[in-house]
């Protein structure tokens, strides 16, 4: 039940030289699960660059920070919550959105942004409805703008649905804080909410395939309280403004068997705690259950000797509970007390870190995953009307992966708390602004895991690029970046493989933007007995918009303005939504990414942008050429007639990486040019924007129409709603 | 002049509407604690958006027992000033008898986040005149349970005294009676919408339509004596 594997029990009994107690196991369980440890990752983890000059704060805190300008930092971490909303999509998803929020408020950072990656099977309606009604619920209520984040259905999310959250905080540079315990005699206290039995073993339950019984783990699931979590952070936020505040961390996996512990690794000291000073929420709790619950909303504290008071008025003037559980000791463990009798002491180094790395090697899967493209270039509009562009596009947008999610993003407040100035539904990234200032923030998030079951390096490479290209289109300068990595079982040499190809793929990717990975974290298990998800990077990303008034839009703007293909003209589109749709058709071979054209594009577009030559941008992505210019005229309504120098399936529908549709005001085609040029990035005229309907080639399809396909595209899926 | 925004536990439009009243018509504003009971002091009380106590139960239904809350009793009566309930401040204010009717769960069972349309249908009152008669204005909502409903001879009442200040224009996001957004009181100085105005006092968000509401209410009461309030 403890989860630890025959070599780990080993390690134990040989470095403590006895046997463990069953509290000390327990704590080990959670420590050392993969969750919490990182065991199988670590040494790949480690290929990813994390330095960078704007970097305040790199992995190993709760949550990475970047300076923007000006003083203000932006705190930002992505987690998953796959698992739990797998057995328990509403408290599973709640809970995710609950855990992400304390860990940007663990860095001293109000919460101003969440956004969600979600992944679900193509017939999971109650997984999906349960899901969004989840981060609703705890979203809405917490008072934090929920701005972004993307959908996919895709049959091999069925058994493992993904629920990744971001979240961004905002900061002044002096007012960051970590997850640290200091100094000794220091008091450890405990706040928040009462501890309670439910998510006992989340973290191992974290930890292993979601089969059989571990589908029937729904205890293990814990429950969210928004309402505690708005006056937790309330709270808080008012008692980061104590000096005495020497460092605090929030309980999410495996709660007080692992947060205090970390804090004093962090610190260099070690922690005792008393078990009977935990406010409980059930009476006769045993130690083992206290130490391992992973009841909501509860986070830890290391104060000043003698100042405890000051913070506990805070929270009780909140309704909340603050209790001093314990304190920091000179001597490297972690100490459990219960009624004076010590049940647990395990060394700090031997519980944190101490876990033997997993050795288990990377091998790439026999059957090679890339195939040729089913496409020949044949020329659209022979044949039946099916295959004739106007009827390819509509159908596409109407493909829940593809088509308007408002019926979700209309659940979820977003625009709470006045600063979202490009919210969710209509751009590549939103965009807030910060009171006071000039400049904004932008963010995104997202991955493509069919792009990565094809070619996890290509893949790995797309993720990054993709989020780049989001922020370059409203205008924004890519600051760092955020990952989860979502996979199968990692004992699997094949899982392993993608799982580094796909690293080394993002890595060279942020190298060439000089981009920091600041936080980040790794879900594994990801399959059932049927099927496995495919290799997921979800890339979180947020930029620097350094005048919000420069801000770009997506849509056309105005009547007349110039339409150009900015990027690569020309590529392979395996891994495409159109080979899916019209080819059922997952594979194909996906068009390499070239680097040096993806950095000198993104100089191209953000110095279109800085001199307010840019009337709209939109990024090409799923669904390739014609979606983003259909997509360009929903936003706005307006048509557009577009001049395309070829009519293949491949040039309007495939998808490869390095390319924007950007649209000028008559006059300023040549300044577009000399900047492309200049730039050495290829270009293309498309057309001219105008009319109520996109036009090509003698065929037309009214904005209107293309609009009402979009919008109906989650029909299939909700109408099933009860 | 003074303004008071009530922050309950849950209360999370109240940094919002602080930083519209204080930062951008520059009113002398507090953030009042719900368990402050003197609040004669203040000219104008905002009760803000959020979800006070976690709605449990019923939107309002526990607020309605803060001890700020039971102040305001005396304040209306005594025409104090002017309080305005925005969203979960309109469901308080409902729920503590202080505006007629109540709001529901919308006829969707979901949350409804998005810009709406609505309809000036009084233009004197403090809250609204400084719009025309039947213009359509632009505002957020963001809210799970704000479909209004009242007894029939409350909904008459309202109408034959011109209480129905704001109703929704072309859909009615919530399935509201009427599709009644805004109403006042008798004394025409308790005001409930759930429309967020401080969501669109910005260039930035739009038309700017929110700040017209904050606007008309200070140089309401710039202009004239608490007690003249009556202006229907």
């Known amino acids: ?23 000390e196991l327990g704590l080990f369980a959670l420590n050392w699960s993969e969750h919490c440890s990182y065991k199988s990752s670590k040494r790949f983890l480690k290929l990813l660059p994390t330095a960078g000059k704007r970097v305040l704060q790199g992995p190993g805190e709760n949550a990475g920070v970047v300076e923007v300008a000006n003083d203000w930092c932006v705190a930002f971490k992505v987690e998953s919550h796959n698992h739990p909303s797998a057995v328990e999509p509403f408290h599973g998803a709640a809970t995710g959105v609950g855990g992400i929020i304390r860990d940007i408020l663990s860095m001293g950072a109000r919460p101003i942004a969440l956004l969600d990656s979600l992944r679900f099977g193509e017939q999971s309606r109650q997984l999906f409805t349960g899901v969004v009604a989840g981060i609703a619920h705890y979203g809405n209520c917490v008072g934090i703008p929920t701005v972004g984040g993307d959908i996919y259905f895709e049959e091999a999310y069925t058994d493992n649905c993904l629920v990744n959250v971001m979240c961004v905080g905002l900061l002044k540079r002096s007012e960051l804080k970590r997850a640290i315990a200091q100094g000794v005699g220091n008091r450890i206290l405990l706040v928040g909410a009462r501890t309670g039995r439910d998510g006992i073993h989340g973290a191992t339950f974290a930890s292993e395939d979601l089969i059989g019984e571990t589908a ?26 104590f000096p005495e505040l020497i460092g605090l961390q929030d309980l999410g996996a495996g709660g007080l068997s692992t947060a205090p512990a970390e ?174 200032e000039r400049f904004g923030i932008a963010v995104t998030m997202g991955g493509n895991g069919r792009y990565c079951q094809i070619d996890p390096y290509e893949g790995g490479i797309r993720a990054v690029c993709e989020g780049v290209h989001n922020l370059v289109s409203v205008g924004a300068e890519p600051l760092g970046i955020t990952d989860c990595l979502n996979f199968a079982n990692p004992t699997d040499p094949e899982v392993l493989w993608a799982f580094e ?83 059922n058709f997952g594979g194909g071979e996906l068009e390499p990414t070239d680097l040096a054209v993806e950095r000198a594009l993104l100089q191209a577009m ?30 706005s309504g307006l048509g557009a007639q577009l001049e395309l120098w070829d009519l293949s399936e491949e040039t309007l529908f495939g998808e490869w990486p390095s390319r924007f549709v950007v649209t000028v005001a008559p006059g300023n085609e040549d300044a577009l040019k000399e900047f492309v040029e200049g730039a050495g990035v290829p270009y293309r005229w498309l057309g001219v924007v105008g009319g109520d309907s996109l036009e090509m080639s003698g065929e037309k399809i009214a904005v209107q129409e293309l609009v009402r396909a979009y919008e109906s595209a989650l029909r299939g899926i909700i109408a099933r709603e009860p | ?40 002091r203040y000219d104008l009380i905002v009760l803000p958006g959020g979800f006070a106590y976690g709605d449990y139960l019923r939107a309002g239904a526990i607020a309605r027992f803060a001890p700020v809350v039971q102040a305001l009793g005396e304040y209306i009566a005594k025409q104090r000033g002017i309080v305005l309930g925005i969203c979960n401040g309109f469901q ?65 009442r309202l109408k034959r005294n011109r209480q129905i200040l704001l109703t929704y224009h072309g859909e009615n996001p919530n399935g509201s009676v009427d599709a009644i957004a805004a109403i006042m009181d008798e004394t025409g100085t308790v005001f409930g919408m759930m429309p967020h105005p401080e969501r669109n006092s910005e260039r930035l968000f739009g038309s700017g339509d929110g700040l017209k509401i904050f606007q008309a209410l200070i140089r309401e009461l710039a202009s004239s004596e608490p007690s003249n309030l009556r202006t229907f």
Not at chain 1, 318 to 328: D, K, S, T, Y
Not at chain 1, 532 to 561: H, L, Q, S, W
Not at chain 1, 614 to 621: E, K, M, N, Y
Not at chain 2, 121 to 142: M, S
């Open chain 1, 1 to 23: 039940m403890h989860g630890l594997s025959e070599k780990e029990y080993e390690t134990i009994l040989k470095r403590l030289g006895r046997q463990p107690t069953e509290v």
């Open chain 1, 263 to 436: 804090m004093a690794a962090r610190g260099g000291v070690g922690i005792a705690i008393d078990i009977e000073e935990i406010p409980l929420r059930e009476e006769s709790m045993t130690p083992y259950e206290i130490l391992l619950s992973e009841s909501q909303e509860r986070m830890v504290l290391c104060v000043k000797s003698g100042s405890e008071q000051k913070f506990i008025r805070v929270y009780r003037k909140w309704g909340l509970e603050a209790a001093v559980i314990g304190e920091v000791i000179a001597e490297r463990v972690y100490r459990v007390r219960h009624e004076g009798r010590t049940i647990a002491e395990v060394p700090i180094e031997l519980l944190v870190g101490g876990v033997p790395e997993v050795d288990s090697f990377p091998s790439p899967p026999s059957l090679a995953l890339s195939r040729p493209n089913p496409l020949a270039p044949f020329p659209l509009g022979e044949g039946s009307g099916e295959r004739s562009w106007p009827a390819s596009l509509k159908k596409l947008l109407q493909t829940p992966t593809i088509g308007s999610k408002r019926w979700v993003w209309e659940q979820y407040d977003h625009t709470v708390q006045t600063n979202t100035v490009i919210g969710p539904g209509s751009h590549d990234a939103a965009v807030l602004r910060v009171k006071g």
């Open chain 1, 606 to 635: 953000l110095a279109l942008a800085e001199r307010g030559l840019l009337r709209s941008a939109h990024d090409v992505s799923e669904g390739g050429l014609l979606v983003a210019l259909a997509e360009k005229s929903i936003a």
């Open chain 2, 92 to 156: 308080i204010l409902t729920e503590a008898g202080l505006l007629p009717g109540a709001l529901t769960k919308n006829i969707s069972q979901r949350f409804i986040c998005k810009t709406v349309q609505l309809r000036v249908e009084n233009n004197a009152t403090p809250l609204t005149h400084l719009f025309e008669y039947g213009q359509i204005i632009n505002l957020p909502i963001a809210h799970g349970e704000g479909r209004y409903i009242a007894p029939a001879e409350t909904l008459e």
């Open chain 1, 216 to 241: 029937k783990k729904r205890p293990n699931v814990q429950v969210g309280d928004p309402f505690t979590a708005k006056s937790l952070i309330e709270a808080t936020l008012e008692v980061c403004q």
């Open chain 2, 1 to 40: 002049m003074r303004a008071a925004v009530v922050v309950f536990p849950g209360s999370n439009c109240d940094h919002d509407t602080y930083y519209v009243l204080n930062d951008l018509l520059g009113i002398e504003t507090d953030l009042v604690w719900y368990r402050q009971t003197d609040v004669d």
């Open chain 1, 501 to 583: 190809q796909t690293i080394k793929g993002m890595a060279e990717a942020a190298r060439a933007f000089e981009l920091p990975f600041v936080s980040g974290n790794v879900s594994f298990y990801n399959q059932s007995e049927q099927r496995k998800i495919y290799p997921t990077p979800m890339v979180g990303m947020v930029g620097f918009v350094r005048d919000i008034e420069k801000r770009v839009p997506m849509g056309f703007a105005r009547e007349g303005d110039r339409i150009y293909l900015v990027g690569k003209l020309e590529g392979k589109s395996g891994g495409s939504e159109y080979l899916k749709v019209f080819y």
